[in-house]
Nanobody
């Protein structure tokens, strides 16, 4: 079973950038579809970006052109590069690994976008 650990969160000003890393252990991510979700206070968890096993990426509309998801199967790591951050991006961000109907989650990392 895969374990996921996110890092890279913090406080950033509007317009700034952050890069998340999600390091997996216990299994190779090469067999998983990977994704980043986020959950803002008082809101449901929402899908931010996905990257398929073969590398195809998709994004929710609100982050298109600003966020980039990538994967390094050799390093067993998934990344989320976030640029031009907005206050609405404030949330806890979670890494997800999915294989068939099995979902695995990291513990989450907080991002606060504020001046």
């Amino acid at each position: 079973q895969v374990q996921l650990v996110e890092s890279g969160g913090g406080l950033v000003q509007p317009g700034g950038s952050l890069r998340f890393s999600c390091v997996a252990s216990g299994s190779r991510i090469a067999i998983y579809n990977m994704a980043w979700y986020r959950q803002a206070p008082g809101k449901q968890r929402e899908l931010v970006a996905t990257i398929a096993i073969a590398g195809a990426a998709n994004y929710t509309d609100s982050v298109k052109g600003r966020f980039t998801i990538s994967r390094d199967n050799f390093k067993n790591t998934v990344f989320l590069q976030m640029n031009t951050l907005k206050p609405d991006d404030t949330a806890v961000y979670f890494c997800n690994a999915r294989l068939l109907n099995n979902n695995h989650w990291g513990q989450g990392t907080q991002v606060t976008v504020s001046s």
